[in-house]
């Protein structure tokens, strides 16, 4: 069973950067494809950015593409998510997801096995 971790959250400024770390343990998620999900006050989970088991796919909701990077590397067993221009409608609680059965990522996140415990991310001046 694979445990994840969350960690990088915090408070920036509008047009600031953070960098989300995800660390897995447990077993190795170089099979697995990954995903990083935000939810926000009274909202649902939503959809931010996932990657493919080698690195080779990668997909993005329309409101961070250019702006958002997901990586990973498998030797560190972490995934990351850079983010920059960061806005005020980005703050969120950022969850990492895994799924060692995904063909294709998927943007319902009931489709993914395994959930880290979220990080705050706030875009406030």
């Known amino acids: 069973q694979v445990q994840l971790v969350e960690s990088g959250g915090g408070l920036v400024q509008p047009g600031g950067s953070l960098r989300l770390s995800c660390a897995a343990s447990?077993?190795?998620?170089?099979?697995?494809?990954m995903g990083w999900f935000r939810q926000a006050p009274g909202l649902l989970r939503e959809f931010v950015a996932g990657?493919?088991?080698?690195?080779?796919?990668?997909r993005y909701t329309d409101s961070v593409k250019g702006r958002f990077t997901i990586s990973r590397d498998n030797a560190k067993n972490t995934v990351y998510l850079q983010m920059n221009s960061l806005k005020p409608e980005d703050t969120a609680v950022y969850y990492c997801a895994a799924d060692n059965d995904l063909h294709t990522i998927m943007v319902v996140a009931d489709f993914w096995a395994h959930w880290g415990q979220g990080t705050q991310v706030t875009v406030s001046s």
């Open positions: 990657i493919s088991w080698n690195g080779a796919n990668t």
């Open positions: 447990g077993r190795p998620v170089s099979t697995y494809a």
